[in-house]
């Protein structure tokens, strides 16, 4: 059986095996996760617009845990995410767990002993189009890749920065 392995794309059909067809809509957005939005300027003229309630849809500020895929034999799993949050956030902020109970900070989880993570995220210039290392602050809701070297199943805590009401 042929298996589709595109991008799903809202209310629109997908290309498979030659044709065109409706698979599926993606799952719904979740928030610390990464999405590409494409801007086809002039496709969609006069389309309806979409004003997003910041405050409806912001998370609050405590810990945010989710699932990360794992790599596999044939190599390191590249994860899209995105900082969950209106405030900045700190990579070293940032815990890895291998059973959603017992947390490690960033720096050991990309240890030599450990060796779960990389020591650092990728961004990407949209300028250059280069991936640009960080390890420090990642700005509010920017975009990131983490690049996972475990096959052992891994989950990703975001902790709130210092701005952060409560934090």
Do not use: C
């Not at 589709?4 to 993606?26: S, V, W």
């Not at 650092?120 to 602050?137: P, S």
Request: overall charge negative; proline content about 8%; charged content about 20%.
């Amino acid at each position: 059986d042929d298996i589709f392995t595109g991008y799903l794309r809202f209310a629109e059909m997908e290309k498979f095996n030659g044709e065109y067809m409706e698979i599926a809509d993606p799952p719904l957005l979740k928030p610390g996760l990464g999405y590409y939005f494409v801007y086809n300027h002039g496709v969609r003229e006069n389309a309806d617009s979409l004003t997003v309630d910041v405050s409806k849809w912001a998370l609050p500020y405590e810990p945010y845990d989710l699932a990360l895929e794992s790599a596999s034999a044939s190599g390191d799993a590249w994860n899209m995410m995105a900082d969950p949050w209106p405030t900045p956030i700190n990579w070293a902020d940032i815990q890895f767990s291998t059973d959603s109970l017992n947390w490690i900070a960033s720096s050991v989880a990309s240890d030599p002993e450990h060796d779960w993570v990389n020591g650092y995220i990728y961004t990407l210039d949209h300028v250059t189009g280069d991936f640009v290392t960080v390890t420090g602050q990642i700005e509010p809701w920017e975009g990131f890749w983490l690049v996972v070297k475990t096959t052992d199943p891994l989950w990703i805590r975001f902790n709130p920065g210092e701005g952060a009401p409560n934090a």
